[in-house]
């Protein structure tokens, strides 16, 4: 933690002179990387020495300067921004405030829709309006990447939500001063602040919805026309974009502390590593005797488990309270080896409800049978609420060591 005091000062004592600076010269090592490496990629496709020389003075260090690169799939929506080509057109040639785009990756050998997706934005670059705008910079790999994160102004990334594993890539742009564009899903879901960057989408799931991904569109050309290139542009007496400075600050200094490989190295460890040996030494104490243990209960599971059922259940509302009773019948396996519980489907991206049921008296005239109660809140129907059964013994891992689960029907 105290590492992460010491980054977080030492960023916020850089004067907005010398982070302006910074970004100059990352878009400048970005701007020369990728004449170098169209120059040598048009020579390789056969280009004429006239579009060779014209790659080689792409680009101008003083315009906003955009980065998309990753693996091309349909679920990272990598053409939303060619969903109106024309207004895409409009904003990069703004005479005002034109914009650069770099474009880099790859589709797998057999992904069909995601060569396809590459092969329409190399279509938009050949068109005269976009030629200086645009680059596609292919071979894409690690070098690139690195070249990439290090000089773009804003990452852009568009994946349908839940899609998005991690999104390491805009991470890597934090120490570079480059601001992040996206998804609120992966990492973002969890960093993004309206001081630090720009979301897209409103954190929930919609599946492939070409109408969704319409909206998402719109909403990306208009952060990018009403809110990303007015601030980049907007200079003071000195040349230096004070709110963009202000963006660069605070997103170097809380984010890149927050999402660094110290910090997975360190909750990986605290959180699991150390959880498991623990574990482990737990397990291997006293010969063993919980192993046996577990051994033990995990065969009484497979020999009772079907011929568990559930009886007769009774819902009593009173008070703003559900009231349940529920009969359940155990066979002869014990009551401490299961839980009984109240089940309920998330709500506004919650958490599911789990309550668990009591175990009150022994059925008459029932081997194994048993009557369990719960109470829950009014605040949502009772047949939200389903019974089930799941194993259960303290210090066992559920459901990695015991996976059965019956649902009352």
Same mark, same amino acid.
């Given at each position: 933690?105290?590492?992460?005091?010491?980054?977080?000062?030492?960023?916020?004592?850089?004067?907005?002179?010398?982070?302006?600076?910074?970004?100059? !010269?990352?878009?400048?090592?970005?701007?020369?990387?990728?004449?170098?490496?169209?120059?040598?990629?048009?020579?390789?496709?056969? @280009?004429?020495?006239?579009?060779?020389?014209?790659?080689?003075?792409?680009?101008?260090?003083?315009?906003?300067? =955009?980065?998309?690169?990753?693996?091309?799939?349909?679920?990272?929506?990598?053409?939303?921004?060619?969903?109106?080509?024309?207004?895409?057109?409009?904003?990069?040639? !703004?005479?005002?405030?034109?914009?650069?785009?770099?474009?880099?990756?790859?589709?797998?050998?057999?992904?069909?829709?995601?060569?396809?997706? #590459?092969?329409?934005?190399?279509?938009?670059?050949?068109?005269?309006? @976009?030629?200086?705008?645009?680059?596609?910079?292919?071979?894409?790999?690690?070098?690139?990447?690195? /070249?990439?994160? /290090?000089?773009?102004?804003?990452? #852009? !990334?568009?994946?349908?939500?839940?899609?998005?594993?991690?999104?390491?890539?805009?991470?890597?742009?934090?120490?570079?001063?480059?601001?992040?564009?996206?998804?609120?899903?992966?990492?973002?879901?969890?960093?993004?602040?309206?001081?630090?960057?720009?979301?897209?989408?409103?954190?929930?799931?919609?599946?492939?919805?070409?109408?969704?991904?319409?909206?998402?569109?719109?909403?990306?050309?208009?952060? =990018?026309?009403?809110?990303?290139?007015?601030?980049?542009?907007?200079?003071?007496?000195?040349?230096?974009?004070?709110?963009?400075?202000?963006?660069?600050?605070?997103?170097?200094?809380?984010?890149?502390?927050?999402?660094?490989?110290?910090?997975?190295?360190?909750?990986?460890?605290?959180?699991?590593?150390?959880?498991?040996?623990?574990?482990?030494?737990?397990?291997?104490?006293?010969?063993?005797?919980?192993?046996?243990?577990? =051994?033990?209960?995990?065969?009484?599971?497979?020999?009772?488990?079907?011929?568990?059922?559930?009886?007769? #259940?009774?819902?009593?509302?009173?008070?703003?309270?559900?009231?349940?009773?529920?009969?359940?019948?155990?066979?002869?396996?014990?009551?401490?080896?299961?839980?009984?519980?109240?089940?309920?489907?998330?709500?506004?991206?919650?958490?599911?409800?789990?309550?668990?049921?009591?175990?009150?008296?022994?059925?008459?005239?029932?081997?194994?049978?048993?009557?369990?109660?719960?109470?829950?809140?009014?605040?949502?129907?009772?047949?939200?609420?389903?019974?089930?059964?799941?194993?259960?013994?303290?210090?066992?891992?559920?459901?990695?060591? @015991? @996976? /059965? #689960?019956?649902?009352?029907?």
């Amino acid at each position: 933690m105290g590492d992460t005091a010491c980054l977080d000062a030492d960023f916020r004592k850089l004067t907005d002179a010398q982070l302006w600076q910074l970004r100059m !010269n990352t878009t400048k090592g970005l701007i020369e990387y990728t004449r170098t490496r169209l120059v040598r990629q048009r020579g390789t496709q056969g @280009a004429s020495e006239a579009e060779i020389e014209e790659a080689a003075y792409i680009f101008d260090i003083n315009i906003l300067t =955009l980065g998309f690169a990753r693996r091309f799939a349909t679920y990272k929506r990598p053409n939303l921004l060619l969903q109106d080509p024309e207004r895409l057109l409009r904003i990069l040639n !703004n005479p005002q405030r034109p914009v650069q785009l770099i474009l880099a990756g790859k589709a797998h050998p057999q992904d069909a829709a995601g060569q396809a997706m #590459i092969k329409q934005w190399n279509e938009f670059i050949r068109r005269p309006e @976009a030629r200086c705008r645009v680059v596609f910079l292919s071979d894409y790999d690690m070098l690139l990447t690195q /070249q990439l994160v /290090q000089g773009v102004d804003v990452w #852009i !990334n568009t994946p349908r939500r839940p899609w998005e594993a991690s999104g390491t890539s805009g991470m890597k742009v934090l120490v570079n001063g480059g601001l992040n564009l996206s998804e609120l899903d992966g990492w973002w879901a969890e960093a993004y602040s309206p001081d630090l960057g720009w979301a897209l989408g409103d954190g929930k799931e919609h599946g492939e919805d070409p109408a969704w991904d319409r909206a998402e569109a719109e909403a990306l050309y208009t952060l =990018l026309e009403r809110e990303v290139i007015p601030e980049f542009y907007k200079r003071d007496e000195h040349g230096i974009a004070r709110g963009w400075v202000a963006k660069m600050r605070e997103s170097m200094a809380r984010l890149t502390p927050q999402f660094s490989a110290n910090r997975t190295v360190r909750e990986y460890t605290e959180k699991h590593y150390l959880p498991a040996a623990a574990t482990y030494c737990q397990r291997a104490s006293d010969n063993g005797k919980f192993g046996a243990e577990l =051994l033990q209960w995990q065969r009484a599971l497979g020999t009772h488990w079907a011929n568990l059922r559930f009886g007769a #259940i009774r819902v009593e509302t009173r008070d703003h309270i559900h009231a349940f009773e529920l009969q359940v019948y155990l066979d002869e396996l014990a009551p401490e080896a299961v839980r009984v519980e109240l089940y309920a489907d998330s709500r506004d991206s919650e958490e599911p409800t789990r309550v668990a049921m009591t175990r009150g008296q022994s059925l008459v005239g029932a081997m194994g049978g048993y009557m369990y109660t719960a109470t829950v809140p009014a605040s949502r129907p009772a047949a939200d609420y389903t019974p089930r059964l799941v194993p259960f013994k303290d210090g066992a891992l559920i459901p990695l060591e @015991a @996976a /059965q #689960i019956l649902w009352q029907q």
